[in-house]
């Protein structure tokens, strides 16, 4: 499966937001983490994260089908976050989120750390972090009684 990223515009935030809810309804209605959830994200909060000038927000291309997307903040000259990064449920467990980590990390090549954080209790997540280089830091975050915050880093350690 050929995976490609394209710049995603404003105006294609109502399909992304779409898209995002879905991916991520299966952890907000295992975790109820209502707060923080990405699917309970707002059109507005989503347009202001995609026409920030410190984020790229790219659409990931499946075999040039829409199947995800992924957002890269730009935190100085050599330090990224990606926040977030989601591949709709029929795509997941393709390899498409492993594959688009490696490609947003060729474009930025620049950055020497990356960051990202998930759910501790999402074992398959924390594995595909690992699985690329990622490496758990720092403390966690309880969200709720079910649901912890854990960050991961790749890149210098200091």
């Known amino acids: 499966m050929e995976v ?3 710049l995603a515009a404003a105006a294609e935030a ?7 809810k879905m991916a991520f309804l299966p ?4 975790y109820q983490d209502v707060e923080t959830s990405p699917a ?11 026409t920030d000038r410190r984020n ?4 990931i291309l499946a075999d040039g089908k829409l199947a995800g997307a992924i957002c890269i903040r ?31 990390e060729l474009l930025f090549s620049e950055a020497k750390v990356w960051e990202l954080s998930t759910l501790l209790e999402e074992q398959g997540n924390c594995y595909l972090y690992e699985k690329v280089g990622y490496v758990q830091i ?3 975050q309880k969200l709720t009684d079910r649901a ?7 890149g210098a350690f200091n």
Do not use: N, W
């Open 14 to 20: 109502p399909v992304l937001l779409d898209m995002q």
């Open 40 to 50: 309970t994200e707002t059109i507005e909060r989503l347009t202001s994260k995609m």
């Open 27 to 30: 952890l907000l209605e295992k």
């Open 148 to 154: 912890t915050l854990v960050h991961y880093q790749k």
């Open 56 to 59: 790229k927000f790219y659409k």
């Open 74 to 104: 730009q935190k100085g000259a050599m330090r990224c976050r990606i926040s977030p990064l989601f591949v709709l449920p029929e795509y997941q467990g393709l390899g498409i989120a492993q594959e688009t980590i490696r490609k947003v």
């Open 138 to 140: 720092g403390g966690t």
């Open 4 to 6: 490609t990223l394209e």
